[in-house]
């Protein structure tokens, strides 16, 4: 079964850049999204289609995917920002979800 | 805009199924894949299987074997059972909406807390 890797955590100071990787085989062949979750809320998609912003997802996010790595970008990070972040893709019908990375804002 | 609004059992004994539904309000159910999605306390999302308004469904392999989703246009839900339920099953459960072609999965519901315990 196909399998997605992000780093467990990262850390990021207020109004500076965070980038969160996704890893998988020919993982820029597939379309990826993010997923942002916050304690006690559900999941709210940030990114589709690698790149794309749904309405109402602040432009500091942005998305990119080549090769091996999805990346999500986090601009000018606010607190507020900090959060569990998921990466998707679909693989043959499937959904399959990277492990999650927790983003502190130290 | 579009609400998915769940109900089911919380509390389930080791055996029991797993009931939940999901209604949707407010949008079409139509060209979309309706997914079950679920978290267990400390780990990360687990995507279970998904149906769309014809009836097609997808699984995660890992859980085929137990799981089953059906869906009932007349009243806008679907709906995921899981039978023979262990202590490994207890998790946060969300329905969610999803389109084919990358587009994510961009509603979800509010989430159910279901606890396998005796």
């Known amino acids: 079964s196909y399998e997605l890797t992000q780093p467990p955590s990262v850390s990021v100071s207020p109004g500076q850049t965070a980038s969160i990787t996704c890893s998988g085989d020919?993982?820029?062949?597939?379309?990826a999204c993010w997923y942002q979750r916050k304690p006690g809320q559900s999941p709210v998609l940030v990114i589709y289609?690698?790149?794309k912003r749904p309405s109402g997802i602040p432009d500091r996010f942005s998305g990119s995917n080549s090769g091996n790595t999805a990346t999500l970008t986090i601009s000018g990070t606010q607190a507020m920002d900090e959060a569990d972040y998921y990466c998707q893709v679909w693989d043959i019908s499937t959904v399959v979800f990277g492990g999650g990375t927790k983003l502190t804002v130290l | 805009q579009v609400q998915l609004q769940q109900r089911g059992a919380g509390l389930l004994k080791p055996s029991e199924t797993l009931s939940l539904t999901c209604a949707v309000y407010?949008?079409?159910?139509?060209?979309?894949?309706w997914s079950w999605i679920r978290q267990p306390p400390g780990k990360g999302l687990e995507w279970i299987g998904e149906?769309?308004?014809?009836?097609?469904?997808n699984f995660n392999p890992s859980l085929k074997s137990r799981v089953t989703v059906s869906v009932d246009t007349s009243k806008f839900q679907f709906s995921l059972k899981v039978t023979s339920v262990t202590a490994a099953d207890t998790a946060v459960y969300y329905c969610?909406?999803?389109?084919?072609?990358?587009?994510?999965?961009?509603?979800w519901g509010q989430g159910t807390t279901v606890t396998v315990s005796s």
């Open positions: 289609q690698d790149s």
């Open positions: 149906i769309n308004h014809s009836g097609s469904t």
């Open positions: 407010g949008g079409s159910f139509s060209g979309y894949y």
């Open positions: 969610a909406r999803g389109r084919s072609g990358g587009f994510g999965l961009d509603v």
């Open positions: 020919k993982l820029g062949d597939k379309y």
